[in-house]
């Protein structure tokens, strides 16, 4: 038995009378709505517009952006990532660039895109911990505030602690590592991956991650491949530093016997 009190969705047509418009004004309505959370999200995603209190407001395929920002290459970029928006034809760029422009005082209260970029933090450099040697030597909780990475739980070498520092350290976007974690045992030396049987796949995979989400290493420059879990490491590099930073973390990776760098060059 239909509910009295449901109103239906679309209006009856009268004879005579053009197709409905209330529910194409709303469908329209809605991807509007959606557009603005687009460019607005993207601009708060930006470490250059982030700071800024932009507002953008979509009519018919015309994104209106409105605000302050402190030059023109930043108003330009604003206007670009609207017109990357499907759907978008046209901006009305508003945006004033004033000569005294202040950024705004960093409030104590982290914005949305800082807040993505903490958990973004947080998620490589747990999936690195997991990734080394150490992991089964290790209970660690990661927490990232605008870049500040704190280590807490417990290492059962201090290897293993400091390896879990150094990971977190040469992460993409960290500013700094407070690590606080405890030794629980006086065991020393390296993890054993005996009696574990690590797929080649699956090195090679985790090396490249951990290329990619580290700072000091052009993961993009380096190829990987594993042969009965000896690593080799191809390509160029900019200096001897990065060369040693990519084979020490990929000689970090589980399950890795040996990695063979001949092929890596400068």
Same mark, same amino acid.
């Given at each position: #038995? #239909?509910?009295?009190?449901?109103?239906?969705?679309?209006?009856?047509?009268?004879? !005579?009378?053009?197709?409905?418009?209330?529910?194409?004004?709303?469908?329209?309505? =809605? =991807?509007? @709505? *959606? $557009?603005?959370?687009?460019?607005?999200?993207?601009?708060?995603?930006?470490?250059? /517009?982030?700071?800024?209190?932009? &507002? %953008?407001? %979509?009519?018919?395929?015309?994104?209106?952006?409105?605000?302050?920002?402190?030059?023109?290459?930043?108003?330009? /970029?604003?206007? $670009? =990532?609207? /017109?990357?928006?499907? !759907?978008?034809?046209?901006?009305?760029? +508003?945006?004033?660039?004033?000569?005294?422009?202040?950024?705004?005082?960093?409030?104590? &209260?982290?914005?949305?895109?800082? #807040? =993505?970029?903490?958990?973004?933090?947080?998620?490589?450099?747990?999936?690195?911990?997991?990734?080394?040697?150490?992991?089964?030597?290790?209970?660690?909780?990661?927490?990232?505030?605008?870049? $500040?990475?704190?280590?807490?739980?417990?290492?059962?070498?201090?290897?293993?602690?400091?390896?879990?520092?150094?990971?977190?350290?040469?992460?993409?976007?960290?500013?700094?590592? @407070? +690590?606080?974690?405890?030794?629980?045992? @006086? &065991?020393?030396?390296?993890?054993?991956?005996? !009696?574990?049987?690590?797929?080649?796949?699956?090195?090679?995979?985790?090396?490249?991650?951990?290329?990619?989400?580290?700072?000091?290493?052009?993961?993009?420059?380096?190829?990987?491949?594993?042969?009965?879990?000896?690593?080799?490491?191809?390509?160029?590099?900019?200096?001897?530093?990065?060369?040693?930073?990519?084979?020490?973390?990929?000689?970090?990776? *589980?399950?890795?016997?040996?990695? +063979?760098?001949?092929?890596?060059?400068?």
């Amino acid at each position: #038995m #239909m509910n009295q009190n449901l109103r239906p969705i679309a209006a009856v047509p009268v004879a !005579g009378t053009n197709a409905v418009v209330a529910p194409a004004r709303t469908s329209q309505e =809605i =991807i509007e @709505a *959606r $557009q603005e959370s687009q460019i607005w999200t993207t601009f708060a995603l930006s470490p250059c /517009l982030r700071a800024n209190d932009l &507002k %953008v407001v %979509v009519r018919e395929g015309k994104a209106t952006l409105t605000g302050n920002v402190a030059d023109g290459v930043d108003k330009d /970029l604003a206007k $670009q =990532i609207a /017109l990357s928006v499907d !759907g978008i034809k046209s901006v009305d760029n +508003n945006i004033e660039v004033p000569a005294n422009h202040m950024t705004p005082a960093q409030s104590e &209260k982290r914005t949305f895109g800082e #807040m =993505i970029d903490d958990a973004t933090i947080t998620s490589a450099v747990r999936s690195k911990i997991l990734w080394s040697r150490y992991a089964d030597n290790l209970s660690v909780n990661v927490d990232s505030t605008r870049g $500040q990475v704190s280590l807490t739980g417990t290492a059962e070498s201090a290897a293993a602690k400091e390896l879990a520092g150094k990971l977190a350290t040469n992460t993409q976007g960290v500013r700094s590592v @407070a +690590n606080q974690l405890t030794i629980q045992s @006086a &065991k020393t030396g390296l993890a054993s991956n005996e !009696g574990s049987d690590f797929a080649d796949g699956w090195i090679t995979t985790k090396v490249k991650s951990t290329f990619m989400f580290s700072t000091n290493v052009s993961g993009s420059d380096i190829s990987v491949s594993t042969h009965d879990g000896i690593v080799s490491l191809g390509g160029k590099v900019v200096s001897g530093a990065e060369r040693a930073v990519a084979i020490e973390l990929a000689g970090n990776v *589980r399950g890795v016997k040996s990695v +063979n760098s001949s092929s890596l060059t400068m």
